[in-house]
């Protein structure tokens, strides 16, 4: 999972760039998840050609929905969010998606919540400061704490003349994007959760949600710019990007967060999305020269300190569940009838 993060963070510095230079943002979702699909759609037909189980219209059905909210709109969402922010604030929104993850398992049985005990207490707690950390994240911006000359005379030409009014627009405009890509985000664990076990080939199904998010990203394209010199690369940073973000972030990382998901469960799988920022920072502030502003600080720091709390109280249960049960196993065997032994011995003059 970490090595999932990383990449995500590295995808995230390649897409801020291609933004900057004037790149359609669905132009670029439509074509990297056209690389991940032609990259695992090979690998999932010969490897699990023999462990494939019949694919149904209930599951081609539930690979449909998964893209819309976990590729295809929660990528253009990001991707505006990036636009209108920073790669590095962008980043600190998905600190909220195990938080977010948590509360939708809770009505699906997927988590449950003990209020009585020590674990449902942590869980419960960790959620709210959680929640308290991205209202400020959202709500305060704060004085930035690193002035990158550099950076100000490269985007001086889109903000030298702008209102500060204006600015405060675009910010919300962008929190109000990465919130919904967020909310999207959180909500593909879950639903991950339950194709993994219904159709548990990786490659295959990651495959068919790539094809299915890029022909639905393509689609909005074509509805919202009817300008087809968008779909023309400009440079080769376009292309390394696409092939990059293709092959790491829609592909191998989704495959990744498929297999984790199987194995360990939505939750303990978006508890690893906070590496993302952390990681972003640091390539986003010296490479890209971006500004680390306070309240993005401090509210990232209150949202991992709480859903560290929410992960102490998951530990706990855990652990708690595991006594029980060996526990229950004990009392088992203990309470097992013992049988009588009867040892047979042979007489010498038995024939």
């Given at each position: 999972m970490i090595a999932v993060e990383f990449g995500f963070a590295t995808v995230n510095i390649f897409l801020k760039k291609v933004l900057e230079e004037g790149m359609n943002d669905l132009v670029f979702i439509t074509c990297r998840l056209l690389v991940a699909t032609i990259l695992l759609a090979p690998i999932g037909y010969f490897w699990e050609r023999n462990s494939r189980p019949k694919l149904t219209l209930r599951i081609l059905f539930c690979l449909f929905f998964s893209a819309i909210v976990g590729t295809s709109l929660t990528q253009y969402f990001f991707l505006l969010g990036i636009q209108y922010t920073s790669a590095t604030f962008a980043c600190a929104f998905i600190n909220m998606v195990p938080v977010i993850t948590f509360v939708i398992a809770l009505p699906f049985g997927l988590e449950t919540v003990d209020i009585k005990g020590i674990s449902g207490k942590a869980k419960v707690v960790g959620t709210l400061v959680c929640i308290g950390g991205a209202m400020l994240l959202t709500l305060y911006k704060g004085m930035p704490l690193f002035d990158h000359s550099y950076s100000q005379a490269e985007t001086a030409i889109n903000v030298m003349h702008m209102h500060p009014t204006r600015k405060t627009e675009r910010w919300t405009f962008g929190t109000i994007a990465l919130t919904v890509g967020t909310l999207l985000w959180a909500s593909w664990f879950p639903i991950q959760s339950y194709i993994g076990k219904r159709y548990p080939c990786k490659y295959s199904s990651?495959?068919?949600?790539?094809?299915?998010?890029?022909?639905?990203?393509?689609?909005?394209?074509?509805?919202?710019?009817?300008n087809h010199s968008a779909w023309s690369f400009k440079g080769k940073i376009e292309i390394i990007s696409v092939l990059y973000a293709g092959i790491v972030g829609s592909g191998l990382c989704y495959v990744g967060l498929t297999w984790c998901?199987?194995?360990k469960g939505p939750v303990f799988t978006a508890a690893f999305s906070p590496?993302?920022?952390i990681m972003a920072a640091m390539f986003d502030i010296p490479l890209l020269h971006e500004r680390l502003h306070i309240g993005s600080l401090l509210g990232s720091i209150t949202v991992i300190i709480g859903l560290y709390i929410l992960l102490w109280g998951k530990n706990k249960e855990m652990q708690n569940c595991v006594s029980k049960v060996t526990q229950e196993a004990e009392d088992i065997k203990e309470q097992e009838p013992q049988l009588p032994v009867i040892t047979v011995s042979a007489a010498a003059d038995c024939p």
């Open positions: 990651t495959a068919i949600l790539s094809l299915f998010g890029a022909i639905q990203a393509a689609i909005l394209c074509l509805a919202t710019n009817r998901v199987k194995k590496l993302v920022q």
